[in-house]
């Protein structure tokens, strides 16, 4: 929940991500970060964390490593990461804001309910502190494995978007999904709100053989298309648009809940 407008000179803020402590993205967002924010804290996990979605380390603890002053590895998920940075690393005072990535790779369609990344900001959304998920598409593999990522439209935009998005009254329970094309980023048509695209991860399955002969399967590429809805956050990252999704974590969906509950009231 957001009360509009943040003052972020003033703002305590909080990155997190899911590529991982040492993560380039990271680096770059913590850049972006400073130069808008009156204080920022980074507490990410101790390795890649890509495709861990919401999840929560229950049956083993955790451990804190401490990198650098107000910087901080976790050995768990995004999740954990942030769940311990408001109840434990920060707990004197709470976050304003925070900021998840700048994630290698679109987070963009289906990819939401397996990203870290958007993970870490839910969990800002639980503990009603506003949080922005940040993701930068990488042109020739929907995974980001086989190219280099070009940092430039998200160090181009991320401060932008950041200002407007929080210059605006947010809900309880809706967090922001920013994703930048590729670049160059003088090619980039500008910013453009849409709704959650539809797409499906895990079509491509590579199947082989170990040195004992054993087989295994590699989950491969994400399926494409050449074209996309018209207004989705697929849509607009093929026409070279920023795209900023709104999202909820209310996952009830209201109209079937209300035919049936009037379906079984009938019944009585």
């Not at 979605?53 to 942030?82: E, M, N, Q, Y």
Request: proline share 6%.
């Amino acid at each position: 929940m957001l009360k509009a407008p943040l003052n972020l000179r003033k703002a305590r803020v909080l990155i997190s991500n899911d590529d991982g402590i040492g993560a380039e993205g990271l680096k770059r967002l913590v850049a972006i970060a400073k130069k808008i924010a009156g204080e920022v804290w980074v507490v990410a996990p101790e390795t890649e964390q890509s495709g861990t979605g919401h999840s929560l380390t229950l049956r083993r603890p955790l451990r804190i490593r401490k990198v650098a002053p107000r910087t901080f590895a976790v050995d768990g998920t995004p999740t954990d990461c942030v769940l311990l940075a408001v109840n434990q690393i920060m707990k004197d005072k709470r976050p304003d804001l925070v900021l998840s990535g700048i994630n290698r790779g679109e987070n963009v369609g289906e990819d939401m309910t397996y990203s870290g990344t958007i993970a870490a900001a839910m969990e800002a959304t639980l503990f009603r502190i506003p949080a922005i998920a940040l993701s930068q598409y990488v042109a020739e593999d929907g995974w980001g494995l086989d190219s280099k990522p070009d940092w430039a439209v998200a160090e181009k935009y991320a401060a932008r978007v950041i200002k407007k998005a929080v210059a605006i009254d947010w809900p309880r329970d809706v967090l922001m999904n920013v994703n930048f094309p590729d670049g160059p980023a003088n090619e980039v048509k500008g910013i453009e709100i849409t709704r959650e695209g539809r797409r499906k991860i895990g079509d491509h399955v590579i199947e082989s053989a170990d040195p004992r002969g054993e087989p295994y399967y590699w989950i491969g590429a994400q399926q494409s298309s050449p074209r996309y809805a018209r207004g989705t956050d697929l849509d607009a990252i093929q026409r070279r648009m920023v795209s900023v999704t709104p999202l909820s974590i209310d996952l009830t969906h209201r109209p079937t809940m209300n035919a049936l509950r009037a379906k079984l009231q009938k019944g009585r």
